[in-house]
């Protein structure tokens, strides 16, 4: 019932989702200081969670979710000059482009 409660970051154009979720509303943001960009860290992070929770409930639409997004880091990659590997850490939910040339190993970027 949570994932269900939560899946609503993920209704973006692209996939992408947004950093956080009304439980009340369904509706979902980013962060105020992105300008409405997603973080890299976060929806990796978001990747392995959902991932997980479809392998451990066995319901397949929450690693979808998260294909998704993998799908769209992928045609953002070919469609950039963007090396293999190195995503700028913030990237428009809505338009699936990578968003500045900030690349972090660190923070944000992990």
Known sequence: QVASRLAPAFNTPTGIPRSFVNLGTGSSHALSWTGG??????????????????DRTGNQKWGELTARVFRTIRSAQTT?????????????PDSGQF????IS??????
């Not at 190993?105 to 992990?110: H, K, L, N, S, V």
Request: hydrophobic share 45%; net charge negative; charged share 15%.
């Open 37 to 54: 960009k997603s973080i890299l860290a976060d929806f990796g992070t978001m990747h392995l969670e959902w991932a997980t929770l479809s």
């Open 80 to 92: 950039s000059r963007i090396p293999e590997g190195l995503y700028p850490v913030f990237m428009h």
């Open 99 to 102: 968003s500045g040339d900030l």
């Open 105 to 110: 190993f660190g923070a944000m970027g992990d």
